[in-house]
């Protein structure tokens, strides 16, 4: 293991190297890059958390945490030769100055966020499709299916809008998330399985264009709905009755009477 004056992100290299010898941890030496999939999402939940409580103490924790994962995941491909964290940090590097011309080059035509955005985007979509005439690129290009549903559901729409393919305002996209609860209550009716979940996932994605167009995220307005929820339900728990015993109309008076916000 490297000495203590070595760089913070040398010891931590080192150490993840070190418990991924043979003589190391046998938990960290049977992981591979799947069975860290789990905890790569939940390091990156408890980031957004502490962002959110506005922690730094905790904010600084989870970013640390975050980053072994990322140490690990390159200590795992370098020890199959196929790719290091150097080349993992030159890549970034690269990249950044790649899609920065506006600071690292010659070219100072971005003045603005919208100008940036729309200079990524074209520098993004040359990357990634170059010259191959085999390649079809499709504005769409770059939304992984990996992500959370909520967030792939913005991201397409957000793609698709900047052709134009969009809603006019907020009011016209209520306007469809009304015809879509008709339909989902036409497939309830009918009661065909498949039916019922198409519709219910068309007016998902419906709802969530309308958090875009009211320039909200739908993941975090979502997630403080469930706060709101966790909240309340809990008071209702607090006032000593048992919840169980009573009825659906009696929950609800309850549920009314413990409002928050």
Known sequence: MNSDSDKPIDRLRSIVARLRAPDGCPWDREQTHSSLIP???????????????????????????????????????????????????????????????????????????????????????????????????????????????????????????????????????????????SEVRAALTAGEAAKIEEEIGDLLFTVVNLARKCDLDPELTLQRASDKFSARFRAMERTGKDLKSLTPDQLETLWANTKIG
């Open 39 to 181: 905890g790569l999402i939940e390091e990156v939940y408890e980031v957004i958390d502490a962002i959110h409580r506005q922690h730094d103490a905790d904010l600084r924790e989870e970013l640390g945490d975050l980053l072994l994962q990322v140490v690990m995941h390159a200590q795992m491909a370098g020890e199959t030769g196929r790719f290091t964290f150097d080349d993992v940090s030159t890549d970034i590097s690269d990249k950044m100055v790649r899609r920065h011309p506006h600071v690292f080059g010659e070219n100072r035509d971005a003045k603005d966020t919208a100008a940036v955005l729309k200079q990524w985007d074209e520098i993004k979509r040359t990357e990634k499709n170059g010259d191959d005439p085999v390649t079809v690129p499709s504005l769409l290009d770059g939304v992984p299916l990996s992500f959370p549903a909520l967030l792939r559901a913005k991201k397409l729409q957000a793609k698709a809008a900047k052709i134009g393919f969009d809603w006019p305002e907020a009011t016209s996209v209520l306007e469809k998330v009304v015809e879509e609860t």
